[in-house]
Nanobody, 124 residues
C-alpha cells in the first residue's frame, strides 16, 4: 500500500514561488503516472498537472500552464510541483495523486492513491 506525503506548502506573496514535494512510502511510485490537484475553499477539486511514469510527458491545466512545472525523481520516489508567479487565486490545498492507468488523467477518480494535502496561501 503506497502512502503519499506532501510538503512544501506555505504562505507566500503574489508573484512568489514555492516547491511542493510528494514523497512515496510503503512502495515505489516510479512506475506510476502521477498528478497534482488542488481544492480551494468552497470549490471542487481541480486538476493541476500530471506526469507520466517515465517523465517523458507532462500535462497542465490551462490556468497554470507556463507558471507551474511538474517533475519527478524516481530514485528518490518523489514528485515535485514548482509553483512560480503565484496568484491569490492559486490559494488552495494541493494534493498529490498516484497510479492513474491513463495519461493524462485529469479526473480524480482515475487515481488510486492520495496524499493528505499541503496548504498554499498566496496573499495579494
Amino acid at each position: 500500500q503506497v502512502q503519499l506525503v506532501e510538503s512544501g506548502g506555505g504562505l507566500v506573496q503574489a508573484g512568489g514561488s514555492l516547491r511542493l514535494s510528494c514523497a512515496g512510502s510503503g512502495g515505489t511510485i516510479r512506475l506510476y503516472n502521477m498528478g497534482w490537484f488542488r481544492q480551494a475553499p468552497g470549490k471542487e477539486r481541480e486538476f493541476v498537472a500530471a506526469i507520466r511514469w517515465d517523465a517523458g510527458r507532462t500535462y497542465y491545466a490551462e490556468s497554470v500552464k507556463g507558471r507551474f512545472t511538474i517533475s519527478r525523481d524516481n530514485a528518490k520516489n518523489t514528485v515535485y510541483l514548482q509553483l512560480n508567479s503565484l496568484k491569490p487565486e492559486d490559494t488552495a490545498v494541493y494534493y498529490c495523486a498516484a497510479k492513474s492507468t491513463v495519461f493524462p488523467a485529469t479526473q480524480g477518480t482515475a487515481y488510486d492513491y492520495w496524499g493528505q494535502g499541503t496548504q498554499v496561501t498566496v496573499s495579494s
